[in-house]
């Protein structure tokens, strides 16, 4: 069997956060919407946490630097310790 980083990734996000618990979404003023049309957002989870940072810690995420955000530079750092420390799916791959 292969491994498929997309369902590691879905399998790890489910874990932490299970269909049907409430969110809060806090969003950028000036950055609403990708290139895709997908709504960027920081997602907060019940407990106060943030899961943009646990998935780019955990990484299965990384930041854009595209889309600006007031959170870049921390983010960028947690993806480069991250990326240090072959976390996530830098296990498979040096760069995603």
Same mark, same amino acid.
């Given at each position: 069997?292969?491994?498929?980083?997309?369902? %590691?990734?879905?399998?790890? &996000?489910?874990?932490? +956060?299970?269909?049907?618990?409430?969110?809060? /979404? #806090?969003?950028?003023?000036?950055?609403?919407?990708?290139? #895709?049309?997908?709504?960027? %957002? #920081?997602?907060?989870?019940?407990?106060?946490?943030? /899961?943009?940072?646990?998935?780019? *810690?955990?990484?299965? %995420?990384?930041?854009?630097?595209?889309? #600006?955000?007031?959170?870049?530079?921390?983010?960028? *750092?947690?993806?480069?310790?991250? +990326?240090?420390?072959?976390?996530? &799916?830098?296990? &498979?791959?040096? /760069?995603?």
């Amino acid at each position: 069997m292969t491994y498929n980083p997309g369902r %590691a990734a879905t399998v790890f &996000l489910f874990s932490v +956060q299970p269909l049907g618990v409430h969110v809060t /979404l #806090y969003t950028e003023d000036n950055n609403f919407y990708d290139y #895709y049309k997908r709504q960027l %957002a #920081y997602v907060i989870l019940p407990d106060g946490s943030c /899961l943009n940072k646990l998935l780019i *810690r955990e990484g299965y %995420a990384k930041p854009e630097a595209e889309y #600006y955000c007031k959170m870049l530079l921390e983010y960028e *750092r947690i993806n480069f310790a991250t +990326q240090q420390a072959r976390q996530g &799916l830098y296990a &498979l791959a040096p /760069l995603f």
